[in-house]
């Protein structure tokens, strides 16, 4: 009995192993498709640093704009007030 129950143990054991060996693999895959959907993310990032740059320059220049407009009509309006 004692021997039956050993090689029970010992079936149920490498199924167990060979179960966990499976989801290991899955695992890895799994990561594997996610590394390359995180590098088509990235590359895809990349393809919009120029436009990127490009909108962050025109931003800066229309708020350079607008500042230099503000100071000067704020004189304007501080002799109208006098």
Do not use: Y
């Not at 004692?2 to 895959?29: S, W, Y």
């Not at 590359?43 to 407009?69: H, P, Y």
């Amino acid at each position: 009995m004692e021997t039956n129950d050993r090689t029970a143990f010992q079936k149920q054991k490498e199924t167990m192993i060979n179960d966990i060996a499976l989801g290991l693999e899955q695992v890895i895959n799994n990561m594997n498709v996610l590394n390359k959907n995180l590098e088509s993310v990235i590359a895809i990032g990349k393809e919009f640093e120029n436009v990127s740059s490009l909108w962050k320059n025109f931003n800066r220049a229309i708020i350079t704009s607008a500042s230099d407009e503000d100071l000067n009509v704020l004189p304007a309006n501080n002799e109208q007030n006098s």
